[in-house]
């Protein structure tokens, strides 16, 4: 068994309690209140800056040029393409630039954006890669379901959502992040595969309180 497939499994309980979560279920269905959407949309901005971050380090991280390309391509996705999406859909929403600047991270967003970080910190790529997979890979996974739902790729306000994510372009981030962390723990004793494991659950829990976060719009209580 590979090592993703083993975190994979692992985490399923976790990952599927966020595809049924009713905030990605009403993506799915158009049934989303619009506002928890717009909430989303404006956490999920402030968290990709965070997240590009991470991919940088990513690049000082890399032993070797096709890893550093590696990452530099998956940098370019999101600051240049999944971020480009976020501000189109912003503008379609009605919610300014300004706005979206503004925002205030809430406190799911900079405890999930801070724990990303703090683990590329630590200055292993391994460590870095299984922080943030679950998001480039579970975002494949819910998009791909999603995409299989009656209307949902063409829906008015998430259909581009859901075309987005159920790309080949979106799903070969992920792809690429599972291989290279696969070629990283050949390496590892299972101590390190141990420690490697709960970085990537952490961060699927963190995925599944962002779902909850932003049904519920829940920001600083005062």
Same mark, same amino acid.
């Given at each position: 068994m590979k090592f993703s497939e083993r975190i994979r499994k692992k985490a399923d309980p976790v990952w599927e309690k966020s595809h049924q979560h009713p905030f990605v279920q009403g993506i799915g269905n158009g049934t989303l209140d619009?506002?928890?959407? +717009?909430f989303y949309m404006c956490q999920d901005y402030k968290y990709l800056i965070e997240y590009s971050k991470v991919i940088a380090m990513g690049t000082v991280l890399a032993k070797d040029l096709d890893t550093m390309s590696g990452f530099a391509k998956s940098l370019d996705e999101t600051l240049n393409f999944e971020m480009d999406l976020h501000r189109q859909y912003a503008e379609h929403l009605g919610i300014s630039r300004d706005e979206l600047e503004s925002t205030v991270p809430g406190p799911v967003t900079l405890a999930y954006s801070s724990n990303m970080l703090a683990e590329a910190q630590k200055g292993s790529l391994?460590?870095?890669i299984a922080a943030i997979l679950p998001c480039a890979w579970s975002y494949h996974e819910i998009g791909l379901e999603l995409a299989? +739902?009656? =209307?949902?790729?063409?829906?008015?306000?998430?259909?581009? *959502?859901? +075309?987005?994510?159920?790309? $080949?372009?979106? =799903?070969?981030? =992920?792809?690429?992040?599972?291989?290279?962390?696969d070629e990283l723990a050949e390496g590892c004793t299972e101590t390190e595969l141990n420690d490697l494991e709960a970085i990537f659950l952490n961060t699927s829990r963190y995925e599944y309180m962002? *779902? $909850?976060?932003?049904? +519920?719009?829940?920001?600083?209580?005062?």
């Open positions: 619009i506002e928890a959407f +717009k391994a460590a870095l299989k +739902k009656p =209307g949902a790729l063409e829906h008015e306000q998430y259909g581009e *959502w859901v +075309k987005m994510y159920s790309s $080949d372009e979106f =799903g070969s981030i =992920g792809k690429w992040l599972i291989e290279k962390l962002f *779902w $909850d976060m932003a049904y +519920k719009r829940e920001g600083w209580p005062v």
